[in-house]
């Protein structure tokens, strides 16, 4: 009989248990489905990410064609139409890795709603996490709220072994891959499985793994994996970069550290499956009711990277022109967002997920909300990111400020940092007047500040916490 594989946010043949056992067991039929519905939704809504999606398919199918198979992409309500596909392949099983967010679980539950009745079993399994929330010893009900716990009980979880992509894969004749309204240009990154492990064992044998500890705060460096988009698809899994690293081996502090930050990937996902709250409100409920300010044209600003903090531009401008940016970038944007300019966390998510290859429902909304302090994070609500203490710490000699605000280029020396104290010489000979060329600072950090410390204290107390 027919089992049916549906791939979402996995779009590998490797290391994916439910293919590896399906393709063993006789023939399969592999599809994908673009849902109108959730790809128009704000979460989906992303030319990068969808070119990267759509060239990853691609990917997809040339490797399932090279075993025999093929990729068939469905256009329509998933429930309707695995239901109607299951039906037309005579399958009696419909497999799918699990996915976490509580959009992708209400679609499971619709999915095996439509399935049960037409008498095709569809039950999603583990495979896209190192370890599932109900497998990480002491985390039951909501599950860890703070990363050190979490993550000493995550280490000590067995990566699951390596299983290799099936040599063969039967299955029904396929026609063409046919893409609907899903984009052929090339996307911004390289798409795939192969790119990923290509990008992965490069940042490792270059030596970034081990220097990264001390590296990765380097904006200007390059000194990070940028693995995030492959992992978002399933081109490569947390467990397959483990191995790599050369665990569960001893492995140096570098690759450490490197490791702990792929652990904080998964503590946002288990975050999100154990309190789905999380993806629309706070998850401190003292911190629902911020009164934030409908500063429009901060936001303009923001968005455009046009705030007058170097720094925050140039995060801003890497997001829109590369469909990535360096995570203490991301930190700092968000920051100045909702706390400088006082801004609703979830407009800053939303125009994330708008432009982020990687943009992840899990990782984004965690971000955010350690970032606005709403969320699981250790340190307090008024931890408040200083953009120019940033700016001076993390990108000392500018670099990356140059590198993405074009306007600065001709700066040079610490006054990068804060433009606005250059004076009337230095604007001339650096081809910049400040206020014509790159705007003044549109808000004092300082006051600004002081005004998001007062209004978070508000909503502490009324709700009397
Ligand atoms: C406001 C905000 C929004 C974010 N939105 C996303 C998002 O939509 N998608 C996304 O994948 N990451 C997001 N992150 C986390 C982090 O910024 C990116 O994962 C990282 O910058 C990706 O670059 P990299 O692959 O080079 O990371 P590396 O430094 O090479 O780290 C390796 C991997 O570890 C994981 N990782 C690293 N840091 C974090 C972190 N802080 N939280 C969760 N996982 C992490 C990622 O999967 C990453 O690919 C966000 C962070 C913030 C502060």
């Known amino acids: 009989m027919t089992q049916v594989i549906w791939f979402r946010r996995d779009l590998r043949l490797a290391d994916h248990p439910a293919l590896h056992e399906a393709a063993a067991a006789g023939p399969v039929a592999c599809v994908f489905v673009v849902d109108p519905t959730i790809l128009g939704r704000r979460h989906h809504d992303s030319p990068n990410r969808l ?8 990917a997809l199918d040339r490797a399932l ?4 198979s093929g990729l068939v ?3 329509g309500d998933p429930a309707e139409r695995l239901a109607q596909f299951a039906g037309e392949h005579g399958a009696e099983r419909v497999r799918a890795l699990r996915e976490i967010t509580p959009l992708g679980r209400d679609r499971d539950e619709r999915v095996l709603r439509a399935l049960t009745a037409a008498g095709v079993a569809f039950d999603p399994e583990p495979g896209d996490l190192v370890a599932e929330p109900e497998d990480i010893p002491g985390s039951a009900d909501e599950g860890y709220q703070v990363f050190t716990p979490f993550s000493k009980a995550w280490f000590e979880v067995p990566l699951p072994d390596h299983l290799p992509a099936p040599e063969r894969i039967d299955g029904p004749a396929l026609p063409e891959l046919d893409l609907g309204d899903l984009p052929r240009d090339e996307p911004l990154l390289p798409a795939g499985p192969d790119a990923a492990r290509q990008r992965l064992v490069a940042f490792i044998a270059d030596g970034h793994a081990d220097a990264y500890g001390d ?10 994996s940028v693995l995030s988009p492959y992992l978002r698809f399933g081109m490569t899994t947390a467990a397959a970069i483990g191995r790599a690293l050369g665990l569960p081996g001893k492995i140096s502090t570098g690759r450490m550290s490197f490791w702990r930050q792929v652990a904080w990937r998964e503590f946002a996902h288990h975050l999100m499956a154990r309190r789905p709250i999380v993806a629309t409100a706070a998850m401190r409920p003292e911190l629902r009711d911020i009164s934030w300010e409908n500063d429009e044209a901060g936001y303009e600003a923001w968005c455009a990277g046009r ?8 995060g801003m401008r890497q997001l829109v022109e590369s469909g990535w940016m360096h995570n203490r970038a991301r930190m ?6 909702v706390k400088d300019l006082l801004i609703d966390w979830r407009r800053g998510e939303s125009f994330f997920m708008r432009h982020l290859i990687d943009g992840d429902p899990g990782a984004n909304n965690f971000g955010w909300q350690w970032t606005a302090g709403t969320g699981a994070d250790a340190a307090p609500y008024f ?3 200083n953009p120019i203490r940033q700016s001076e710490r993390f990108d000392p000699d500018g670099d990356y400020i140059r590198r993405w605000v074009p306007e600065l280029a001709g700066v040079t020396g610490k006054k990068i940092h804060q433009p606005w104290t250059l ?3 230095e604007q001339a000979a650096a081809g910049c007047a400040i206020g014509t060329d790159y705007p003044e600072p549109i808000v004092d950090h300082a006051m600004a500040r002081e005004r998001a410390l007062a209004r978070y204290a508000e909503a502490k107390d009324a709700a009397g916490r």
């Open 51 to 58: 070119a990267f999606l759509s060239a990853g398919l691609r």
């Open 65 to 68: 064609r090279e075993r025999g």
């Open 73 to 75: 992409i469905l256009h």
């Open 215 to 224: 590296a990765r705060n380097d904006l200007s460096g390059d000194a990070t």
């Open 307 to 314: 705030t007058g903090y170097p720094l925050v531009d140039a």
């Open 332 to 337: 700092v944007v968000a920051s100045f967002l």
């Open 383 to 385: 931890r408040v990111f």
């Open 423 to 425: 004076d009337a010489d």
